[in-house]
């Protein structure tokens, strides 16, 4: 099995927000009780900030240990032949909305995570039980696993669908979720360290999980995590509410050990290998691979921004300084199969996620790191928030924000969006190229396009950091009902270094779109073609 096995997903039955009869959790097997271990204590959010708090003062020490062989030397399919025994879900026997599932170690998962049942203030540690899970044909042998061996990880499932999940913690502190299309696609993470610098990223690991009981009748489960590693601790409460747009309201609460010199709220991780704007790796029979298609930016001053998503040649790092932003998302804005042409694991269908700040985040900047990849195995996109204020040891940060999984974000600009945009070579056609040029078109639709006349006199505004901008132009486009703006941009000399592009629709002087922001980096000379 591979990961495009994996992310297949069918379309929805039903909305997955609409309260249906618990008869929908028909019992295939008769609930099998939840062992725990150890003695209820109690618990909530305030302690377990203390914990972090605790666990940051004393040094770190590394979870990942021994696992038996047979576990540890699992390969993709062996791993996937393991299988969660339904009747062993938490809540089975419950009249509840949800009903939670573990993930087994092994495979790239070999740190044990202590998973809790929370029910009325007090919290119990669940045994892992080999009888939990039908080992198939993985060839492990759960007779002979430790039974302190422990959990990679777990899985939550809504009542609208007792088969699908609606969301997922597996792996460092990484978590993912679907909306009403009951697609996955790219990940959020706990917290991001170091990342994209010049030596190797720190991933923190959640450690620890504990499982609130849901009220009877409620569609909100609440999911409490500590986080730790060697620059950091942290306590983490997640309210998740699934829907057409799936709700996680996050409280977070961090404690470093040592000053974190690119510190990353809100990380958010995604694929991009080819696109109508970057066709370097496009060896694929399907026209477009790409779980998120751009970066989209409300900022502070209510700029909206777009940033379409590369696969670059080289590690790309862009830096949007900020103030108090009111959101920013990895969105998958292209939701036209036709554009993908994939059946098996629907590009067209992955989520957008929006990260909503509830309270203000002060100065910083949103961050966007860009690798290159091979092919859509390999996530190679990272968007985060990164604060201006230095993190230093003994320090308490506190953030709460929102996450909006959908195909479309909660809010959008009121102005036209950038629906497209498509580079190719430039010149005149029929005339011949005296020197190279990279052709730029970029669709915008929606606001008060449509109510343009052919006369209005529309402008592209267009900047550029380097390099000569000419044959520019912006005219309707009626299959969007909107406006189409093109320019050349002519490379300044032979070198590769990245030019840094804006554009902006306007009309007597007043915006009539989002900001469009690009960067572009010439190819080696030998490969500036001019036919």
């Given at each position: ?5 994996l992310?297949k997903a069918g379309?929805?039955l ?7 009869p618990l ?7 008769q609930?099998v009780?939840?062992r725990h ?8 959010y305030?302690?377990?900030?203390g914990e972090a ?5 004393r040094?770190y020490?590394?979870r ?5 062989e047979q ?5 993709w ?21 949800f009903?939670?599932a573990?993930f087994h170690?092994?495979?790239?998962f070999?740190?044990p995570v ?10 119990q ?10 080992y198939?044909k993985?060839?492990v ?5 430790p ?6 990880g777990?899985r939550?499932v ?8 609606v969301?997922a913690?597996l ?10 299309e ?6 959020a993470r706990?917290?991001?360290i ?7 990223e720190?991933?923190p ?14 569609n ?5 995590a500590?986080l730790?590693?060697?620059s950091?601790?942290?306590?983490y ?5 699934p829907?057409?747009?799936l709700?996680m309201?996050l ?5 470093p ?29 399907r026209?477009?691979i790409?779980?998120s298609?751009?970066l989209?930016?409300w900022?502070?001053n209510?700029?909206w ?8 040649r080289?590690l790309?790092?862009n830096v949007?300084v900020?103030?108090n932003?009111?959101g920013?998302g990895l ?10 042409q ?9 989520p957008s996620?929006w990260?909503e700040?509830?309270a203000g985040?002060?100065k910083?900047?949103v961050q ?9 195995t390999f ?15 003994g ?18 600009p009121s102005?036209?969006?950038?629906v497209?945009?498509?580079l190719g ?8 190229r005296?020197?190279?040029s ?5 669709d915008f ?8 006349g ?8 267009i ?5 000569r901008?000419e044959?520019t ?7 969007v009902?909107g ?26 002087g ?12 010439p190819?080696p000379?030998?490969?500036?073609r001019l036919?």
């Amino acid at each position: 099995m591979n990961r495009r096995d994996l992310l297949k997903a069918g379309a929805s039955l039903c909305a997955a927000g609409i309260p249906l009869p618990l008869a929908l959790f028909a019992l295939p097997a008769q609930a099998v009780p939840i062992r725990h271990v150890g003695k209820r204590q109690p618990f909530d959010y305030a302690w377990l900030k203390g914990e972090a708090l605790s666990l940051s003062a004393r040094e770190y020490v590394s979870r990942k240990g021994e696992l038996p062989e047979q576990v540890a030397n699992l390969d993709w399919d062996a791993y996937q032949a393991i299988r969660y025994r339904d009747e062993h879900r938490l809540w089975r026997d419950d009249d509840r909305f949800f009903e939670a599932a573990f993930f087994h170690l092994g495979l790239f998962f070999k740190s044990p995570v202590h998973i809790y049942d929370l029910a009325d203030g007090q919290a119990q540690e669940i045994a892992y039980d080999p009888a939990m899970f039908d080992y198939g044909k993985s060839g492990v042998n759960g007779r002979k696993l430790p039974r302190d061996l422990g959990f990679a990880g777990f899985r939550l499932v809504f009542h609208t669908d007792p088969v699908r999940d609606v969301a997922a913690f597996l792996g460092a502190s990484y978590f993912r979720a679907v909306g009403g299309e009951w697609q996955y696609g790219l990940s959020a993470r706990g917290l991001a360290i170091d990342c994209g610098m010049d030596r190797p990223e720190e991933f923190p690991d959640f450690v620890a999980f504990w499982l609130e009981r849901p009220a009877t009748g409620s569609n909100k489960v609440t999911v409490y995590a500590l986080l730790d590693s060697p620059s950091v601790a942290g306590a983490y409460r997640f309210d998740i509410t699934p829907g057409d747009t799936l709700v996680m309201d996050l409280d977070v609460a961090l404690y470093p050990r040592k000053p974190i010199e690119r510190l990353g709220i809100a990380p958010l991780t995604s694929m991009y290998q080819t696109g109508e704007n970057d066709r370097r790796k496009a060896n694929d029979w399907r026209p477009e691979i790409h779980d998120s298609d751009g970066l989209s930016m409300w900022r502070g001053n209510d700029e909206w921004v777009w940033r379409p998503l590369t696969n670059p040649r080289h590690l790309r790092f862009n830096v949007h300084v900020d103030e108090n932003p009111k959101g920013f998302g990895l969105l998958q804005r292209d939701r036209n199969f036709e554009n993908y042409q994939d059946d098996g694991v629907f590009y067209d269908r992955r989520p957008s996620l929006w990260v909503e700040p509830r309270a203000g985040w002060g100065k910083g900047s949103v961050q966007l790191l860009e690798l290159p990849t091979e092919d859509e195995t390999f996530d190679n996109i990272v968007a985060f928030w990164c604060p201006e204020t230095p993190t230093q040891p003994g320090q308490e940060l506190l953030y709460s924000y929102r996450l909006h999984w959908a195909g479309n974000p909660p809010v959008r600009p009121s102005r036209a969006r950038v629906v497209a945009t498509r580079l190719g070579i430039g010149g005149v056609i029929g005339r011949p190229r005296p020197y190279y040029s990279q052709r730029f078109a970029v669709d915008f639709a929606g606001g008060d396009l449509s109510l343009l006349g052919p006369e209005a006199g529309v402008e592209a505004v267009i900047t550029t950091s380097r390099g000569r901008v000419e044959i520019t132009s912006a005219r309707p486009l009626h299959s969007v009902r909107g406006y189409r703006a093109m320019f050349d941009l002519v490379p300044p000399d032979d070198s590769e270094q990245a030019i840094d592009l804006r554009l902006f629709l306007s009309v007597n002087g007043q915006p009539l779109s989002e900001t469009w922001l690009y960067q572009w980096t010439p190819p080696p000379v030998s490969e500036r073609r001019l036919s």
